[in-house]
C-alpha cells in the first residue's frame, strides 16, 4: 500500500543543476521522518539530507550541506531534494525514505524506501 516514487534524475554537466522529487502514497509525510539516500557502484548506501516531520528541521551530509536542500510539501505529500553545483562524485542511484524514528542517518533505520532514480554527473 505505501508506496514512495522518485523522479526528475537525469544527465547534467558538472555545476548543474537537477531537483528530485519523491511523491508519497499510503503515508503522510507529516507522520515520517524522511531521508534522501544514495548509492554509487561499489559503495555502501549513504545518507544524503533529512527533514523532520512537523518542526521542519533539516540534516545534510557534510559533503552536501551548502549544495543541496531537502523540503517538502504537506499538501502534495511531496519531498523534495533541490541540487545544485553538481560533482561528478554525486553520480549515484538516489532514494526516497521514510522511518517512524523521531530522527535517522542511517539505512537500517528506514521502514520505506522508492525504487530509486538515477542522477549522472558528467565532467
Known amino acids: 500500500q505505501v508506496q514512495l516514487v522518485e523522479s526528475g534524475g537525469g544527465l547534467v554537466q558538472a555545476g548543474g543543476s537537477l531537483r528530485l522529487s519523491c511523491a508519497a502514497s499510503g503515508l503522510t509525510l507529516s507522520s515520517y521522518y524522511m531521508g534522501w539516500f544514495r548509492q554509487a557502484p561499489g559503495k555502501e548506501r549513504e545518507f544524503v539530507a533529512g527533514?523532520?516531520?512537523?518542526?521542519?528541521?533539516?540534516s545534510y551530509a557534510d559533503n552536501v550541506r551548502g549544495r543541496f536542500t531537502i523540503s517538502k510539501d504537506s499538501a502534495k505529500n511531496t519531498l523534495y531534494l533541490q541540487m545544485n553545483s553538481l560533482k561528478p562524485e554525486d553520480t549515484a542511484v538516489y532514494y526516497c525514505?521514510?522511518?517512524?524514528?523521531?530522527?535517522?542517518?542511517?539505512?537500517?533505520?528506514?521502514?520505506?524506501w522508492g525504487q530509486g532514480t538515477q542522477v549522472t554527473v558528467s565532467s
Open positions: 525514505a521514510a522511518t517512524t524514528h523521531y530522527t535517522s542517518n542511517v539505512v537500517d533505520a528506514y521502514d520505506y
Open positions: 527533514v523532520s516531520r512537523t518542526r521542519g528541521d533539516r
